[in-house]
Nanobody
Framework: QVQLVESGGGLVRAGGSLRLSCVAS????????MGWFRQAPGKEREFVAT????????SYADSAAGRFTITRDNAKSTVFLQMTSLSPEDAALYFC????????????????WGPGIQVTVSS
């Protein structure tokens, strides 16, 4: 069973950048789609970005496109989310998730979740 742990969150000023990391332990994660989701207080957990198994196709939520970049290093079983031009609207608990190939941007298809990491953006 794969276990996920996020890191890299914290407090940043509006306009700043953060890089989140997600390390997978257990069986290999290279055959899994990996995604980032976020949940702000009082809101639903929403899709942010995904990177597929295999060739590493990527997809982003409209709110993240052009500002966030998802990458993966299969040799280190790590997925990254580089976030730039952050705004207070990006503040949330960010979750790393793993799912079978084809999970893509559909939250319900992801069956392994990390505990989450807080991102706070000050205005």
């Amino acid at each position: 069973q794969v276990q996920l742990v996020e890191s890299g969150g914290g407090l940043v000023r509006a306009g700043g950048s953060l890089r989140l990391s997600c390390v997978a332990s257990g069986r290999t994660s290279s055959a899994l789609d990996m995604g980032w989701f976020r949940q702000a207080p009082g809101k639903e957990r929403e899709f942010v970005a995904t990177i597929s198994a295999g060739v590493g196709l990527t997809s982003y939520a409209d709110s993240a496109a052009g500002r966030f970049t998802i990458t993966r290093d299969n040799a280190k079983s790590t997925v990254f989310l580089q976030m730039t031009s952050l705004s207070p609207e990006d503040a949330a608990l960010y979750f790393c998730a793993a799912g079978p190939y084809g999970a893509w941007s559909t939250r319900s298809r992801y069956n392994i979740w990390g505990p989450g990491i807080q991102v706070t953006v000050s205005s």
